[in-house]
């Protein structure tokens, strides 16, 4: 039961890099999310998608796009990397409750 | 702005005793309160939830109790052992187009001491 699967776990970038976090679900899920979770701040959301084939700006989306590749991966790209971007960032897919991925550790420097 | 409050952010009790969580929230329209138990470098996991039509929910060791009227929800941890020393989040969630929208609280980091 593989779940929600995140790819890498940890990356270092240099300021103005850019770089995709991956994503993939088997649990047929229609809905998936990108946190970032940052200490003393809990998760915050940065992007969702309700269904495949759409996407919507959460509560911190500037600096980040994403792709509903189809249902089972949703990707979360920096363009141009920021310090302010060092975070934990997880994954998410939902039925009624989320189920995350184990997390990528990002660090910008 | 931030929906849900959480206290405790930090917890420390001994083996055996009962933590306790609190969670406050503003919008009336949350009709889902789960809990999710994070351990260190792993996400977050679901661990209980409780909806708006019920005062109190257990399972196992984990109680949730509801005030409905107080906007306040806790979570509450019998005979706590040392393997529960975790950062827990307490969240709300709407339904809203037909996925769930969740905001989630700060965290409380509970160490439960041998």
């Known amino acids: 039961n593989a779940g929600v699967t995140q790819t890498p776990k940890f990356q270092v970038l240099k300021t103005g890099q850019s770089m995709t976090l991956q994503c993939a679900q088997d649990?047929?899920?229609?809905?998936m999310y990108w946190y970032r979770q940052d200490p003393g701040m809990g998760l915050r959301l940065i992007y969702y998608s309700a269904s495949e084939g759409t996407t919507d700006k959460g509560e911190v989306p500037n600096g980040y796009n994403v792709s509903r590749l189809n249902k089972r991966e949703f990707s979360l790209r920096l363009e141009s990397a920021a310090p302010s971007q060092t975070s934990v960032y997880f994954c998410a897919s939902s039925d009624r409750s989320a189920f995350f991925g184990q997390g990528t550790r990002l660090t910008v420097v | 702005q931030q929906q849900v409050k959480q206290s405790p952010q930090s917890l420390i009790v001994q083996k055996g005793g009962i933590p306790i969580i609190n969670c406050a929230y503003e919008n009336t329209a949350f009709d889902y309160f789960p809990w999710y138990q994070q351990f260190p470098g792993k996400g977050p996991a679901l661990l209980i939830a409780?909806?708006?039509?019920?005062s109190e929910k257990k399972e196992g060791r984990f109680t949730i109790s509801f005030n409905k009227s107080a906007k306040q929800f806790s979570l509450h941890i019998m005979d706590s052992q040392p393997g529960d020393s975790a950062t827990y989040f307490c969240a709300a969630g709407l339904d809203s187009g037909g996925y769930q929208k969740v905001t989630f609280g700060t965290g409380t980091k509970l160490q439960v001491i041998p």
């Open positions: 649990m047929n899920h229609n809905s």
């Open positions: 409780i909806r708006p039509d019920v």
